[in-house]
């Protein structure tokens, strides 16, 4: 392993956060308050348009569970929560106390089953308890079946919260991921298409939603000259330092969607022949993805005789991180015992998929070294 590590998806400065970072240190505004954190929120606003409000937050998974609290979950809940996501989309649900209920996947878009989930409803509801919330996750930057959740959701009245966390710059019917559920929530990890180091956002529909969320994420201080508190709150407001990176990093978001979406095409370039392989694409023309990571499935029954693991292990070999969908959330140790609904595809995508190295910041260089490789699949 002489060469340098390819990483699959790491922080790409733009140049203009110093600019930005420089101003809150000058300023002394070394807070979670301040110019930045309020122009951060701006520029998000400015780019998903009219009626929406965003609070920036301490991370994805505080904008979570803030925006549970928002649409009134409480201990002994049910929330519906998509299966095949990473953690922190389920975690939150068990911090109120609530139960959550998984719903598999479907293959068009890898994202909750439409069919799933109106079955998972009516037994729900069967059972003497109707779920208080949907989490819907844009899987890898694609959007889920958007039309069909909808109209199961408002069938039964129950609220969407749209987890973007992935889905930054993605759209569907030309509409922005993040403006698409009741309440929608941004992640902005250093792995994320664009970074605060760490950080999130609760998207609403209303100012006064985003200033109820505001409230609880600034430990819920009542309008006092002293520290009152009447209600229980939390300490998940984004640094100024923080939203400073965030500042620079908007100036270069539609370059860094630019950027993952070519290489979403330098791997398809790469398979087209190659009928082992299958890389994860848009089904038609109403879905817009920002190819966060690009993902492919490993059909070792095609000919070639190597599967996820044999891929994976030849990228590690020579320095090269791949790593295999997220383990869907019905079967992790600590959610095992939780209801779910399904036929078991998010367990058949995890077991033979595998995400590539998808970052806007890979060379040229670090391209052909990774078709080396993946050309002898």
């Known amino acids: 392993m002489n060469s340098s590590k390819i990483w699959l998806s790491s922080p790409h400065m733009g140049g203009g956060e110093q600019k930005y970072i420089n101003e809150a240190m000058d300023s002394n505004w070394v807070a979670p308050i301040g110019p930045n954190v309020n122009g951060f929120e701006n520029d998000l606003e400015k780019f998903f348009g009219k009626n929406v409000s965003v609070a920036s937050l301490s991370s994805g998974t505080a904008a979570i569970h803030l925006a549970l609290i928002l649409l009134g979950v409480k201990p002994k809940d049910e929330v519906i929560c998509q299966s095949m996501?990473?953690?922190?989309?389920?975690?939150?649900?068990?911090?109120?106390?609530?139960?959550?209920?998984?719903?598999?996947?479907?293959?068009?878009?890898?994202?909750?089953?439409?069919?799933?989930?109106?079955?998972?409803?009516?037994?729900?509801?069967?059972?003497?308890?109707?779920?208080?919330?949907?989490?819907?996750?844009?899987?890898?930057?694609?959007?889920?079946?958007?039309?069909?959740?909808?109209?199961?959701?408002?069938?039964?009245?129950?609220?969407?919260?749209?987890?973007?966390?992935?889905?930054?710059?993605?759209?569907?019917?030309?509409?922005?991921?993040?403006?698409?559920?009741?309440?929608?929530?941004?992640?902005?990890?250093?792995?994320?298409?664009?970074?605060?180091?760490?950080?999130?956002?609760?998207?609403?529909?209303?100012?006064?939603?985003?200033?109820?969320?505001?409230?609880?994420?600034?430990?819920?201080?009542?309008?006092?000259?002293?520290?009152?508190?009447?209600?229980?709150?939390?300490?998940?407001?984004?640094?100024?330092?923080?939203?400073?990176?965030g500042r620079g990093q908007m100036e270069v978001l539609e370059n860094h969607i630019t950027k993952r979406r070519e290489m979403h095409h330098f791997y398809s370039n790469i398979f087209s022949n190659n009928e082992a392989i299958q890389v994860f694409s848009e089904p038609n023309s109403n879905y817009y993805s920002n190819y966060w990571l690009t993902a492919i499935l490993i059909n070792p029954s095609h000919g070639n005789k190597k599967s996820r693991e044999d891929v994976r292990i030849m990228l590690?070999?020579?320095?090269?991180?791949?790593?295999?969908?997220?383990?869907?959330?019905?079967?992790?140790?600590?959610?095992?015992?939780?209801?779910?609904?399904?036929?078991?595809?998010?367990?058949?995508?995890?077991?033979?998929?595998?995400?590539?190295?998808?970052?806007?910041?890979?060379?040229?260089?670090?391209?052909?070294?990774?078709?080396?490789?993946?050309?002898?699949?």
């Open 85 to 245: 996501t990473f953690s922190a989309s389920a975690n939150p649900i068990i911090y109120l106390g609530a139960t959550p209920i998984f719903i598999d996947s479907e293959l068009e878009t890898w994202n909750m089953c439409p069919e799933t989930l109106e079955i998972a409803i009516k037994d729900r509801i069967k059972k003497g308890v109707k779920p208080k919330a949907i989490i819907a996750v844009h899987l890898y930057g694609m959007p889920y079946k958007v039309d069909e959740i909808r109209a199961i959701a408002n069938k039964y009245g129950i609220p969407i919260l749209e987890d973007s966390a992935e889905a930054l710059g993605s759209s569907y019917k030309n509409k922005k991921c993040g403006t698409l559920g009741d309440i929608s929530i941004l992640s902005f990890n250093g792995n994320k298409i664009i970074t605060t180091s760490g950080g999130g956002a609760l998207v609403t529909k209303t100012k006064e939603l985003k200033e109820r969320a505001i409230f609880l994420a600034s430990q819920a201080r009542d309008e006092a000259p002293h520290y009152q508190h009447s209600e229980i709150g939390y300490n998940y407001r984004m640094s100024n330092i923080c939203a400073g990176i």
């Open 316 to 377: 590690e070999e020579v320095n090269i991180e791949s790593r295999p969908l997220w383990k869907p959330m019905h079967v992790q140790p600590v959610f095992s015992s939780m209801p779910y609904y399904g036929e078991q595809v998010s367990e058949k995508l995890f077991n033979t998929g595998l995400c590539l190295p998808s970052g806007s910041n890979l060379t040229e260089e670090e391209k052909q070294r990774i078709k080396k490789v993946l050309s002898c699949i």
